[in-house]
């Protein structure tokens, strides 16, 4: 049969089949040389011995690196509009290593009950008259879209340890308890309060809450290929005078027009050169 793995525990694999009921599992020696199964892998099992064997796993559609997740529909990057800070660097370093993967990202603002500065309301904007949807939550009254975004997706959820996502899902379903930052602190166990990823049966549709992410990692992208992972440029991408454009010095360039004429914002695109001279500086190292 069919199932697809929604948590790992050391050697203990946890099975969800298509009617949402759950099993545990183990590996097969064999498997287990060939590559390592991750959440989200849609595996082959068999009962035997009055317990479950994974024997195959399927072809992946897609597969994220940290929190290693397979088979994902869409991202969401949960950012708060303050505690931690509102940061478009991050939100737009992250969504690009999401369009990297071929995976489509989402924003959902957390904490707007904190009260949101002008600054970061304007920023808000920006990414609410841009392609990528975004979803505003506070503490208390959860934004009922959120569900219907969940529904029938597998959904990773991403951000700054502190930003919300578990409590988010905890929201989404009051039968969950999952902790929250508080409750770690008071145990003292350093930052992150979520340590594994696990996918929840949530709102119809299966979503992992992951730790906090430590570090962004763009030694896999190219300069050449930056460009066509901001949601903001996709409109322009081709339209260049030269189709290597990246954006960058280039005469006759469909992006940097479009950010002078204001239909991308300035700050998209600063992020956009920053992590451009990250992956220059690399190349020269070499
Ligand atoms: N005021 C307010 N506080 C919130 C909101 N969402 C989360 N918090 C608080 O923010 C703190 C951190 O929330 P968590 O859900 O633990 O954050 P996390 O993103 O899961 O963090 P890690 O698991 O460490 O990556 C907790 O104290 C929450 O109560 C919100 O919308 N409004
Ligand atoms: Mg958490
Ligand atoms: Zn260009």
């Given at each position: 049969m069919k199932a697809r793995i929604v948590k790992i525990v050391s050697k203990e694999y946890t099975l969800m089949d298509e009617e949402g009921n759950t099993f545990d599992s183990i590996l097969t020696g064999k498997i287990r040389k060939q590559r390592v199964p991750v959440t989200g892998d849609i595996v082959e099992c068999k009962e035997s011995h009055g317990r479950y064997v994974i024997e195959k796993i399927l072809p992946r559609r897609n597969e994220m690196i940290r929190p290693s997740?397979?088979?994902?529909d869409q991202v969401l990057i949960v950012m708060s509009v303050k505690d931690p800070d509102f940061s478009t660097v991050l939100i737009d370093r992250l969504s690009m290593l999401i369009m990297k993967s071929g995976i489509e990202p989402m924003l959902i603002v957390t904490k707007t009950d904190l009260g949101i500065s002008e600054e970061t309301e304007e920023r808000i904007r920006e990414y609410e008259r841009g392609p990528m949807k975004v979803i505003r939550t506070a503490k208390g009254s959860l934004n009922p879209e959120v569900s219907s975004f969940l529904e029938g997706k597998i959904s990773v959820l991403t951000g700054q340890?502190?930003?919300?996502k578990s409590t988010l899902l905890n929201q989404l379903d009051p039968t969950f308890h999952l902790a929250t930052q508080e409750i770690s602190k008071a145990l003292g166990?350093?930052?992150?309060?979520?340590?594994h990823n696990e996918l929840h049966k949530v709102a119809g549709g299966l979503v992992a809450d992951t730790p906090g992410f430590s570090s962004l990692d763009?030694?896999?992208?190219n300069a050449n290929e930056?460009?066509?992972?901001?949601p903001d440029f996709l409109p322009y991408i081709?339209?260049?005078?030269?189709?290597?454009?990246?954006?960058?010095?280039?005469?006759?360039?469909a992006v940097k027009q479009a950010v002078e004429d204001g239909l991308i914002p300035k700050e998209r695109y600063k992020n956009y050169l920053q992590v451009l001279q990250m992956i220059h500086e690399r190349r020269e190292k070499f």
């Open positions: 997740v397979a088979n994902v340890s502190g930003a919300g166990r350093g930052k992150h309060t979520t340590r763009f030694a896999h992208v930056l460009g066509n992972y901001v081709g339209k260049c005078r030269f189709n290597d454009c990246i954006h960058e010095n280039e005469p006759m360039c």
